[in-house]
T-cell receptor
Framework: GESVGLHLPTLSVQEGDNSIINCAYS??????FIWYKQESGKGPQFIID?????DKRQGQRVTVLLNKTVKHLSLQIAATQPGDSAVYFC???????????FGKGITLSVRP | NAGVTQTPKFQVLKTGQSMTLQCAQD?????MYWYRQDPGMGLRLIYY???????DKGEVPNGYNVSRLNKREFSLRLESAAPSQTSVYFC??????????????FGPGTRLTVT
């Protein structure tokens, strides 16, 4: 079947380099943000989340940075591996209910 | 725990046929969701259910109906399928935690083609 990654912006990185995936959000009332990874043929998987009272949060090999002033979110992946190749989505929540609003996604391609 | 399960995995329909996509979760979550995903697009919310007995429209509800059968199950029905409904459908569930996390857990998806 057709890949969901077609027609999406693509970030190509060398294996071992650090990757930075950016996301702009539009709702200044959003107070919760989350990154998902989606491999081909699978459902999205949680990577990391952050609340608006934080600027930075670190996980295993991943860091999320939040800049509320310019409504910008980024996901940093250290020492990118071939298994990191996937489509990455950011999503936001305003706290009014449990719904998430998803961005369109970015394809990360890792060159060996 | 199986997490979120969806059936069927693949389906081909002719225009005008009807079908129901099934979703179940075993995490005792209150909220469940149906999304569609088209090439080059993000996930678009079709319907969601904040709790058992309630359902609400999302961004793209036209042509769909849902049923929250019980706390575990949330089904999506296409009454008269159209080619524009060719897509990958994902079900998800969540439970707002005291930490303020709204993480949603996704099923593996149903790939639907309408000819």
């Amino acid at each position: 079947g057709e890949s969901v990654g077609l027609h999406l912006p693509t970030l190509s990185v060398q294996e071992g380099d650090n990757s930075i995936i950016n996301c702009a959000y539009s709702n200044s009332a959003s107070d919760y943000f989350i990154w998902y990874k989606q491999e081909s043929g699978k459902g999205p998987q949680f990577i990391i989340d952050i609340r608006s009272n934080m600027d930075k949060r670190q996980g295993q090999r991943v860091t999320v940075l939040l800049n509320k002033t310019v409504k910008h979110l980024s996901l940093q992946i250290a020492a990118t591996q071939p298994g990191d190749s996937a489509v990455y989505f950011c999503a936001e929540n305003t706290g009014a209910n449990s719904k998430l609003t998803f961005g369109k996604g970015i394809t990360l391609s890792v060159r060996p | 725990n199986a997490g979120v399960t969806q059936t069927p995995k693949f389906q081909v329909l002719k225009t005008g046929q009807s079908m129901t996509l099934q979703c179940a979760q075993d995490m005792n979550h209150n909220s469940m969701y149906w999304y569609r995903q088209d090439p080059g697009m993000g996930l678009r919310l079709i319907y969601y259910s904040a709790s058992e007995g309630t359902t609400d429209k999302g961004e793209v509800p036209n042509g769909y109906n849902v049923s929250r059968l019980n706390k575990r199950e949330f089904s999506l029905r296409l009454e008269s399928a159209a080619p524009s409904q060719t897509s990958v459908y994902f079900c998800a569930s969540s439970e707002a935690r005291t930490s303020g996390s709204y993480e949603q857990y996704f099923g593996p998806g149903t790939r639907l083609t309408v000819t």
